[in-house]
Every structure is written in structure tokens, then in C-alpha cells.
């Protein structure tokens, strides 16, 4: 065996075997090689020696240790021992186990370096991310794995991904949402979008963001690969809403273009706390979809801006003043803050009412359309949400038909923001999350008129009449108007009001509510409704505010200041006077009396008359229920009580029963109970007789009447019938 000396000729992995094998040879060319392998990865390998050819089946097994530590010189002499029993003393060999005993896994772990580069050379381009297994390439991610403890470069997919922001996103309600803005590269492509943080682990934005070729064949190592390339990405909170907002001590305006905080070029100087020049908004602003479009100008005071608010007044002239300076007003006083009532515009087809809201909505983006409002067909929640997110904006809910559903739409858009709470919702892990009340002004449009107490409360009702619609004629002011809503200039205006607003915001604020009690006492006797008299003072608010800051940059002067304010006072008085007519006409007390002389007129229920012997009204019988027959007049319906000469004695239960029920056929719900509607017509003076001076303390009296006795509301003959 011993023919010279042997040298370690190569070094290589056999994957088949899972071993290291060295060739021993006196020279490249030796016949009859030797060839020692390494079995295993750990501290215990097992030895095997060879002589002759791998690839020859006559080779021969010369020996094979049981597993022993390499590094023991005594485990190697060992294993020397058992060839030196066979061959006798081998010094060649005993020094090549000695070399391999020393140098073995610092060869191995060159050699997975060498392997590991050579794969790594087969991509273009690579960038081992630190501190990970993964590898960024053209061709995807790459991951280092071990296989029979050799590491091999493992494709985990044929894209590569990484998060350039993390978006907080926030709402102004207490809520956030974490977004992920990703750039996925395929192919030498890319293409950047957001998605959910939520939906990132689960990695199924894979197949809705990425072309269909795109694929990954490990999901956790390719999210874990995204992560470990991503820990760069910044984090950055963008608010998704509109309106007034304290950002670190200064008030100021959000919207689609960022916040204002003041004009711009108006820096104090060395008194300067913060203006518009000196510290601009850093943060951002995620406007999506068409609220994106709610933007204003850069609010710069200049002759641009002074015109801008000339132009504001224009569509005054547009229709009846009682419809359009109250409207115009609504859009100046949604800039202000938060509201606790509705605008419902209303009118024929053909009289302007969606011209008008337009124009009135032109004032929150250029060329706001019909597209950036709502319809009623939407649904409850949908409209609620971009309700909440437009705050201090005019939000245009458009074709009110009073059909139960728009009912049930604008009664609870009205009652959430009068109260200034929303639904309370869920999250998916059961938690609750931050309620979504209305924040902007709502103004719906429709041609007919919302019905109810409830609604009328919450709802300013702006009719345009007959008479005073807007003209659409080639050359009418009304296409003036609109031309300069397509072009911003009212936009333009309303960006200079809140960019004047903002560095007096906050003492506005402070001073809003007893501007409002002021306001409110100057029509106390004319408006008893506390909502009605909010509603006046709040349009008045709008009215004032406005004429202040056109005077204060030189739109107008003082005497124009006078003659607007005065009109506008007129205009607004007009309409509050509307409303209260409105709102008489839906007191429950006087709805009653109208159901029931519906109920009786249309046969649905009769009263008798005990003055004649047949029970029959001697005048105007159909009124009261009768109708002719071939032998006289006969009761239709329910019997609801009796008309005696002191009064009209209804029974209590059914009279109330049938109102509510056609009530409910017209699809207006009367809401009142019993005892409401019994106190309501001793308050008002409408009941002859109670008995409340009696021991039964009753709103009824108790009487015989046609032989039955009963409690009855004694009610004076004219509540039905003057």
C-alpha cells in the first residue's frame, strides 16, 4: 500500500451519502487512489476509508470507525490503529489524519462559502439582507438553507417585496389604522400600492396587487424576507378626514392639499408662533377616492383672494333670498365647526334646488360635481361614514323621495348628529370600536319636504317656491356662478376664510357658545323650539364671520358690510320663520286632529251625534263618518265616540289606535302615547271636562253614554272641525 507519499488531492460534498470525502493519491493521475470520508455533520463522525476508484465497483472497503470526536488525537489514533492492523505503520496517512483532525471543518466551512458564492454568482444581481438567511435578486427572494449540513441557496419566490411607509392612519375619532405601502418588484417591474397591515401576514394581496406569474413558494419565509427588508420604513401618520384639527398647540384646517394654518407671506416675524412660512404642515393628508378632491387653494391674501370674495356673493341673487343667502350662509358656518342640525333643500323640478347645492358645495374643492355627492340609494352605513370623515365641510346627500328608507336615512343622520354620538360598533375581536357621529353639515335635496316632529327639529327645510327658482337662461347670473365654481374661485374664498380663521380659532372657540346665546335671545319669542333658535343663531354665525373676513382683507368696506349683514338678518329670519310654520304644522297635537278627520272623512271611522235620533250628523255628514246609502246615510268604520252638545267625546284608546294606524299608511309614524296626547290637550285648552279635581286624578271623564260607561276624552267640537 505504502508506494510514496499520498497527499489530499481534492475536497468534496457527496449529497448522496451525506459525507465529506477527501481523494488521497501521490498525483492526479494515480491508478489506485485512496479515497477518506467524513460522515456526519456533528462532533461524532463516522471515518471511512477506500481504495480504489469510487466508480468502480471493485473498490474496497478498507476500514470504518464507530462515530468519534474528530478533534481527540486519541479517537484518530484509534482509528489509525485498525489500518495499521492491515496495512502496517502508514506515516503518510497518520499525518493526513492528523492534518484532517485539525483542519477539518475550517475546510468544510470554506467550502460551503465557495459553493454558496458560486450560487450566489448565477444571479446577476443579489443583496444579502444583514443578519437573515434571505437574499434580494432580480429573479425574487433567495434563502439560505442546509441541507445534510451543506447550505444550498433555496428560491422562496419569483418576487421581491418591501414596505416603504408604514401609514397610520387618522380618522379624528379616537381611531387608527395601520396601512402598508409596498414596492414589489417582478421581473424588473415594480409597482407600488397599500394594503392593510391586517392582511400582510396572510400574504393574500400576493395574488389581488401582483400579476397572476407571480408566486411564492414559501409563504412564512417570504413575509419574514419582506420584514427583514423593510426595517427601514418609515412610519407616518396621515390624517383621512377633513376639517379643524389642534396639531402640536396650533389649530388648523385639514384638508385634501395638506393644513392650513394661516395665510401664506404673512409671517410676523420676531413674534412669529408658528405661522404657515415658518412651520408647515410635515405630516400628510390620505383623502381617498372622491373626498381627494376636497381641496382649497394655496391661502395667500392678495387681490386674487379679495376678488374671490366678491364673487362669493353672487349667488345671493340666484333665487328667492329666504332660500339662497340661509344657504350660502349653511356652507360658511359648516367651516366653523360642528353642527347639530340638517338643511334640507326642497322644490320642483326645474326650480334650481341641486344647482344650488352644487354652487353651495363648489365652496369645499374646484369644480365640485354631482358626482361628489351621495344619493339616498346608498347605503345607511356608507353614508354615515363619509359623513364622519368630511368634518367642518357641507356633505350633499341628493334625491330625498320620502319613501320610509330615506325616512329612516335622514332621521338617523339627524338624531346622531344632534347628539353627537354614532353607532356603536364592534371590532373583530369583539372589542368596541370609536363611535363615527356625523361631523359635516348635512344638505339633502329632494322635492319633497321631510314630514315628522322629530325630523322637522333636526332639519332646516329651505323651499324654493314657484315663483322664485333660479333662471337657466343662456345669459342668466346662475351660469356666471357656475363658471366660477368649475375654476376654484369659490373655492379660492372659502381656503383664504379658513386660512384667516386658523390663528384665531382657538379664542373663537371659546367665545362660540355665548356669541351663540346672544344670538339666540334675539329671537327667543320668535322661534320657542331650542333647536330652531340654534339653527338662527348658527346661520347668523356664518353670515357674521364671513362679512368679518371680507372686511378684514378689504373685499369690502364698512358700509357694504352693513347693508349685507342687515340682508342677510332678513333673508335667515325669513327662514327660520318657514321652519316654524313647518314645525306647528307637525305637532303631534295638531296631527291628531288631522289624522282623525282623515280617518273619519275617508270612512275608515264614524263619531255619533246624540242630537238626532238616528245618530246621523244633521250637517255635513261624510265628515263625520256616514255615508249615503238607498235608504239614507249608515256609520262606516269604527265608532270612535259621540259629538254632544258640550263636546265631542272620544274614546281614548281607539281614537289614538286609529290615528297612529293612518298614520303609518302614509308613512309618517305619529309618536306619542297616551298620556302625552291627554296632557298635550289640557295643556293646549282643548278639553272641556276632566276629572283631575275628582279622586280618580284622570285627563278622562267618566260618563254614561248610550247606555255604556266609559272614560272619555271630553274635547271641545272645533279641535276637529272650526
Known amino acids: 500500500m505504502d508506494r510514496g507519499q499520498y497527499k489530499i488531492i481534492s475536497f468534496e460534498w457527496d449529497p448522496l451519502h451525506g459525507e465529506w470525502r477527501y481523494k488521497l493519491a501521490t498525483s492526479e493521475d494515480d491508478p489506485s487512489p485512496f479515497f477518506f470520508a467524513v460522515r456526519g455533520e456533528g462532533k461524532k463522525p463516522t471515518l471511512l476509508l477506500w481504495q480504489g476508484d469510487l466508480d468502480d465497483p471493485t473498490n474496497v472497503l478498507v476500514a470504518q470507525s464507530d462515530p468519534i470526536d474528530l478533534y481527540r488525537e486519541k479517537s484518530r489514533d484509534d482509528f489509525y490503529a485498525t489500518v495499521v492492523d492491515l496495512f502496517g505503520p502508514l506515516p503518510w496517512f497518520r499525518e493526513v489524519l492528523t492534518y484532517i483532525g485539525r483542519n477539518h471543518y475550517a475546510e468544510v466551512e470554506k467550502e460551503k462559502s465557495r459553493r454558496h458564492e458560486e450560487k450566489l454568482q448565477e444571479h446577476t444581481a443579489y443583496q444579502h439582507i444583514s443578519g437573515t438567511p434571505y437574499y434580494i435578486t432580480r429573479d425574487g427572494f433567495l434563502m439560505d438553507v442546509q441541507r445534510h449540513g451543506v447550505p444550498e441557496l433555496e428560491v422562496i419566490s419569483n418576487f421581491t417585496a418591501r414596505v416603504l411607509e408604514e401609514l397610520v392612519l387618522d380618522d379624528g375619532g379616537g381611531s387608527e389604522e395601520r396601512f402598508y405601502k409596498i414596492e414589489a418588484r417582478l421581473e424588473g417591474g415594480a409597482r407600488t400600492f397599500e394594503i392593510p397591515a391586517t392582511a400582510f401576514d396572510r400574504m393574500r394581496w400576493v395574488r389581488a396587487r401582483l400579476p397572476v406569474r407571480a408566486d411564492y413558494y414559501n409563504k412564512t419565509h417570504v413575509r419574514r424576507a419582506i420584514q427583514a427588508a423593510s426595517t ?185 348628529a344632534a347628539n353627537n354620538t354614532g353607532r356603536a360598533r364592534s371590532r373583530a375581536d369583539g372589542t368596541l370600536a370609536g363611535e363615527r357621529p356625523p361631523r359635516a353639515l348635512v344638505l339633502s335635496t329632494g322635492e319633497d319636504v321631510p314630514a315628522g316632529e322629530s325630523l322637522t327639529a333636526r332639519t332646516l327645510v329651505l323651499q324654493v317656491p314657484e315663483s322664485g327658482g333660479v333662471n337657466f337662461g343662456p345669459d342668466a347670473p346662475v351660469n356666471r356662478c357656475q363658471t366660477a365654481a368649475r375654476e376654484g374661485i369659490y373655492a379660492r374664498a372659502m381656503g383664504g376664510y379658513v386660512g384667516w380663521l386658523a390663528p384665531q380659532y382657538g379664542e373663537i372657540r371659546n367665545r362660540f357658545e355665548d356669541e351663540r346665546a346672544a344670538l339666540r335671545r334675539e329671537v327667543w319669542n320668535f322661534a320657542q323650539h331650542a333647536r330652531t333658535l340654534n339653527v338662527y343663531a348658527d346661520l347668523m354665525l356664518g353670515l357674521r364671520y364671513w362679512l368679518d373676513y371680507a372686511r378684514d382683507i378689504n373685499a369690502i368696506d364698512d358700509e357694504e358690510y352693513e347693508q349685507r349683514y342687515e340682508r342677510g338678518k332678513r333673508a335667515i329670519l325669513r327662514a327660520v320663520g318657514a321652519q316654524v310654520t313647518l314645525q306647528e304644522a307637525q305637532n303631534p297635537l295638531r296631527r291628531f286632529s288631522v289624522l282623525l278627520k282623515e280617518a273619519l272623512s275617508s270612512g275608515h271611522a264614524h263619531l255619533v251625534h246624540l242630537e238626532t235620533s238616528n245618530g246621523r250628523p244633521k250637517k255635513d255628514p261624510e265628515r263625520w263618518g256616514w255615508r249615503k246609502v238607498s235608504k239614507g246615510y249608515e256609520p262606516q268604520g269604527e265608532s270612535l265616540g259621540w259629538v254632544l252638545p258640550d263636546g265631542l267625546y272620544l274614546k281614548p284608546d281607539a281614537s289614538l289606535r286609529m290615528a297612529k294606524e293612518v298614520a303609518r299608511r302614509e308613512g309618517e309614524p305619529l309618536v306619542i302615547s297616551q298620556r302625552d296626547l291627554d296632557r298635550g290637550l289640557f295643556d293646549a285648552g282643548w278639553l272641556v271636562a276632566t276629572d283631575l279635581k275628582k279622586a280618580r286624578g284622570t285627563y278622562t271623564v267618566r260618563r254614561r253614554i248610550s247606555s255604556k260607561d266609559g272614560a272619555f276624552l271630553c274635547v271641545k267640537r272645533e279641535y276637529l272641525y272650526l
Open 232 to 416: 427601514d420604513a418609515p412610519e407616518v401618520r396621515a390624517f383621512t378626514h377633513t376639517g379643524w384639527r389642534l396639531i402640536n398647540g396650533r389649530w388648523g384646517y385639514v384638508h385634501a392639499g395638506g393644513v392650513i394654518f394661516g395665510f401664506v407671506g404673512m409671517c410676523p416675524g420676531d413674534g412669529c408662533q408658528g405661522c404657515q412660512d415658518c412651520r408647515p404642515f410635515e405630516g400628510r393628508v390620505a383623502l381617498r377616492g372622491k373626498l381627494a378632491r376636497r381641496m382649497f387653494p394655496s391661502p395667500t391674501n392678495d387681490a386674487k383672494l379679495r376678488e374671490a370674495v366678491r364673487q362669493s356673493f353672487a349667488p345671493w341673487e340666484l333665487a328667492e333670498e329666504g332660500v339662497t343667502v340661509p344657504l350660502n350662509a349653511v356652507a360658511k358656518r359648516a367651516a366653523l365647526g360642528r353642527v347639530d342640525f340638517n338643511v334640507h333643500l326642497s322644490g320642483r323640478t326645474g326650480l334650481g334646488k341641486t344647482a344650488l347645492a352644487l354652487l353651495a358645495l363648489s365652496y369645499f374643492g374646484a369644480g365640485l360635481r354631482e358626482e361628489d355627492t351621495v344619493s339616498f340609494e346608498s347605503t345607511p352605513n356608507a353614508i354615515e361614514a363619509e359623513t364622519f370623515l368630511l368634518q367642518d365641510q357641507l356633505h350633499v346627500l341628493d334625491d330625498y323621495l320620502a319613501t320610509p328608507e330615506h325616512k329612516r336615512i335622514l332621521a338617523r343622520i339627524g338624531r346622531t
